[in-house]
């Protein structure tokens, strides 16, 4: 589903709001609610660093085996990229959005979360390799992503261009990127479904081809704009309007195409049906609203857990 009318800007003061988290995440408030009223869960959520959340027993129930007795999840998240997954500051913990989603569906259904951090295109070999059990990476389901993966929605972002400050190359939308250098995640939405959409209306234009430059990460590709190697960025919105208020030298010309993003889950895992049953717990909590807003993303809250709704 499409949804172009959402507005996911980074808010003026997210840099604060972001510092404010790094310092106060250890000790984190409890949501109020049920789990208000439960010491155990409450101390078990302060050392996740999110709101507490009851254990949805239904979720549990639908656990693999392995992991019932494991009582452990190993989710993959990509390397650092504020805000939906950077260090704690000076620490090689991982906090974000995409982080503490995963540690409420670990909250949900009663496991420890173990991140492990990996470059984005090694997520979807590792697990199929059973390194990790799932992934909370802001993936957009695809359909040649569910031939291996299935997928359950938990956020929505959308696609955002950065230019050098001032936009010398006048790039106002995706429509004007023909022919332009243009920084890309390796793996990414952006550079395995939109860019080759780009070239299609570029060559029917007459104009030349996108030029694509790939990187392992999206602060390697701002490192890149910035030295004036690149013309623009595009990735998600999140981390291009955040890098936008850290860094004078760039701007955003244009946030479009907002889509749902889905936790992963290898196919043949069977954990699809706990961790749907849990992120319908999630998403309608006060403690889902509260790590939104801790990242000040809270237009990118969703109503609905979908499971494989393919983009």
Do not use: H, W
């Not at 250890?26 to 949501?31: E, I, K, L, N, P």
């Amino acid at each position: 589903m499409k949804n172009p009318t959402a507005a996911l800007r980074a808010k003026p003061g997210l840099s604060a709001i972001l510092a404010t988290a790094v310092l106060t995440l250890a000790v984190t408030g409890c949501s109020t609610g049920p789990s208000a009223s439960n010491p155990s869960r409450e101390a078990a959520a302060a050392g996740t660093g999110v709101p507490a959340l009851e254990v949805n027993q239904a979720a549990v129930d639908l656990l693999p085996e392995s992991i019932k007795a494991s009582k452990v999840l190993r989710v993959a998240i990509p390397t650092n990229e504020p805000p939906t997954q950077f260090y704690r500051e000076g620490t090689q913990e991982m906090t974000g959005t995409n982080p503490d989603v995963a540690r409420l569906i670990g909250e949900a259904l009663g496991v420890k979360v173990d991140i492990q951090v990996a470059n984005f295109d090694s997520i979807i070999p590792g697990l199929a390799a059973n390194r990790y059990d799932m992934t909370v990476s802001s993936m957009t389901p695809t359909e040649k992503r569910m031939e291996v993966l299935d997928f359950v929605d938990y956020m929505q972002i959308g696609n955002a261009i950065a230019v050098p400050k001032g936009n010398p190359g006048g790039i106002k939308d995706e429509n004007t990127l023909c022919g332009k250098n243009i920084g890309l995640l390796t793996g990414s939405y952006q550079l395995t479904v939109n860019v080759p959409s780009y070239d299609e209306a570029c060559a029917a234009a007459g104009k030349d081809a996108i030029q694509k430059s790939e990187f392992q990460d999206t602060r390697q590709a701002i490192s890149a704009l910035t030295s004036g190697r690149l013309d623009a960025v595009l990735a998600d919105s999140p981390i291009l309007n955040f890098a936008a208020t850290q860094n004078p030298g760039i701007e955003v010309a244009r946030t479009y195409e907002f889509t749902p993003v889905g936790v992963g889950v290898p196919k043949e895992s069977g954990l699809v049906k706990s961790v749907s049953a849990a992120l319908d717990t999630v998403i309608k909590s006060e403690s889902y609203t509260k790590v939104l807003g801790k990242y000040g993303l809270e237009s990118s809250a969703i109503t609905d857990a979908r499971v494989n709704f393919a983009q």
